[in-house]
């Protein structure tokens, strides 16, 4: 993935032109009224409750001690791991010197929030001569941007109009959207944008996108074994497959094949037909999901996979039935590593802050195909929380901060938007329980399952956060508010599709 990364510019929307106070400076405002009752900086878990005003509640030693257990293999990854690990501790303690507090009780610090919105709004002007290579993520970054705002419970209607006239020259009249101005639509920059939209949220958003162009180029990246190309000539993986069912079922598209689609020689009459065992396909010998078949797996690709599987149909139908369960398990949970706390991608890679969402987001799926079918509109009986959410929520809020502002993969790495908007995601997904009902807002069944997701947020009793650093709640498959998800697929619903 591209990353940003140099110099920053301090651009931001004048505080003059706003009718109301951000949020961020509501936020700020109960930040002084809430003051977390000890400001001071941890020196060490065991050194907390000694310093203490009310209960103590120490950092656990999981978190400020190597593994007890270690492999007496010395290579280059344990290496790697090692200096990692001690990158990460002085963050962990909260004893790092470019670490803004305050602490809270837990030794967690707060969240940047105005910090972090700064970030993004200025993510969104100019870029240097250097920055030559994101043209092609164009769509991206205004992605990445206002899902990271949306989250910190910034409106993003200000830059509605902006948003729009950006993404509407990169749609091609051949279907899609390129990664920038005159460039080959592609899958994943048509994602972006389309969940762009769906966060802008007004009917001039939405008719924007030509559905019937659309359609017609999903068909000619249908493959003949389930899969999707992510562009004409293009290379089939997880991505496009996950991208392609995000469209077809935001948009309403329909399900049959293009008369002309190659996929129809296949023996193939729909989009969506031979897909989910395609994926079944990319579940490698380690359990974790691969971006095709034969290859490595990678957290990236496991969430594309998974979330496509849970748009497909009900998760306890498609994941529990094309996904080696138990293998699965062993190879997630092996994904998050103490004491740092976040996920990694890979077997013997390391710790990142995205993987809080593209790992962290596979949770909710993999919980709610073992939780079962749900039996009415409330929360299920439930396997419970399968990862450990305290040592997601320290990774991200002690260790992925960057001092000046934005997220980051680990310390002593620059904040880029692609990372402020996943860490941000994850840190989220740790702060709610997602999980399916069996009412949907949805006119006729194509992918209704996959409106039928509801949350409630944690019990504040077990956050190792202070009430006000939680986020807005995300859609686990979408990516995006619930409400912009339902609203997007409810508008195209009523929408005439000629083709
Ligand atoms: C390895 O990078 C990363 C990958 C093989 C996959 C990257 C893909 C995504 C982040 C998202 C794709 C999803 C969509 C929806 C387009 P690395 O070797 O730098 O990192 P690692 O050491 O952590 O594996
Ligand atoms: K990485
Ligand atoms: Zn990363």
């Not at 991608?345 to 949770?363: M, P």
């Not at 195909?369 to 299920?380: M, R, S, T």
Request: hydrophobic fraction near 35%; charged fraction near 20%; charge should be neutral.
């Amino acid at each position: 993935m591209p990353t940003v990364a140099g110099k920053r510019r301090k651009v931001r929307f004048p505080l003059a032109h706003l009718k109301t106070a951000p949020l961020a400076t509501q936020h700020q405002q109960q930040q002084q009224r809430h003051k977390p009752k000890r400001p001071g900086k941890p020196s060490t878990g065991e050194s907390l409750s000694g310093k203490m005003a009310s209960p103590a509640r120490r950092i656990p030693a999981l978190f400020t001690q190597p593994p007890p257990i270690r492999d007496p293999l010395v290579t280059e990854t344990i290496d790697l791991q090692d200096a990692t690990m001690n990158k990460c501790l002085p963050f962990l303690k909260g004893v790092a010197d470019s670490q803004p507090g305050p602490f809270n009780a837990c030794g967690v610090p707060a969240l940047q929030r105005d910090d972090h919105i700064a970030y993004l709004y200025d993510s969104l002007e100019d870029y240097p001569a250097g920055f030559v290579a994101m043209d092609a993520s164009r769509p991206w970054m205004v992605y990445w941007a206002l899902a990271g705002l949306t989250l910190l419970g910034e409106s993003v209607s200000r830059v509605n109009q902006r948003v729009m006239t950006s993404l509407r020259p990169m749609q091609n009249r051949t279907g899609g959207f390129g990664g920038g101005h005159g460039q080959t639509s592609h899958l994943a920059s048509s994602y972006a944008a389309i969940l762009s939209l769906a966060m802008v949220g007004t009917p001039d958003a939405f008719a924007l996108v030509d559905r019937q162009a659309m359609w017609r180029w999903l068909g000619r990246l249908k493959q003949a074994d389930g899969g999707f190309r992510v562009c004409e000539g293009g290379e089939e993986d997880v991505r496009g497959a996950y991208c392609a069912t995000v469209i077809i079922s935001l948009l309403d598209l329909p399900l049959a094949l293009p008369p002309d689609s190659a996929a129809r020689e296949a023996g193939f009459e729909n989009l969506t037909d031979g897909l989910a065992e395609y994926l079944s396909r990319c579940q490698s010998f380690e359990g974790g999901i691969s971006g095709s078949p034969g290859v490595e797996a990678h957290g990236a690709y496991a969430f594309c996979a998974l979330a496509c599987l849970a748009i497909l149909g009900p998760p306890e139908q498609t994941i529990a039935r094309h996904m080696n369960l138990p293998l699965l398990l062993s190879w997630l949970s092996a994904r998050q590593y103490a004491p740092e706390g976040g996920f990694s991608g890979r077997t013997n890679k390391l710790v990142d802050g995205c993987y809080s969402h593209w790992v962290g987001g596979c949770w909710p799926l993999l919980q709610s195909a073992l939780d079962g079918k749900p039996q009415a509109d409330k929360p299920p009986t439930t396997v419970g929380s399968l990862f450990s959410r305290e040592g997601l929520a320290r990774y991200i809020l002690s260790c992925c901060q960057h001092p000046v502002g934005g997220l980051r993969d680990k310390p002593g790495k620059h904040a880029d938007s692609y990372h402020t908007c996943y860490v941000l995601t994850g840190l989220s997904a740790t702060q709610h329980v997602h999980y399916r009902t069996d009412s949907s807002p949805c006119s006729h069944k194509n992918f209704a399952a996959a409106f039928s997701w509801q949350f409630t947020p944690t019990n504040p009793e077990e956050d190792v956060f202070e009430k006000y650093d939680r986020l807005t709640a995300f859609h686990p498959l979408f990516v995006v508010p619930h409400d912009a998800a339902r609203k997007m697929r409810l508008w195209f619903e009523g929408e005439p599709f000629a083709n």
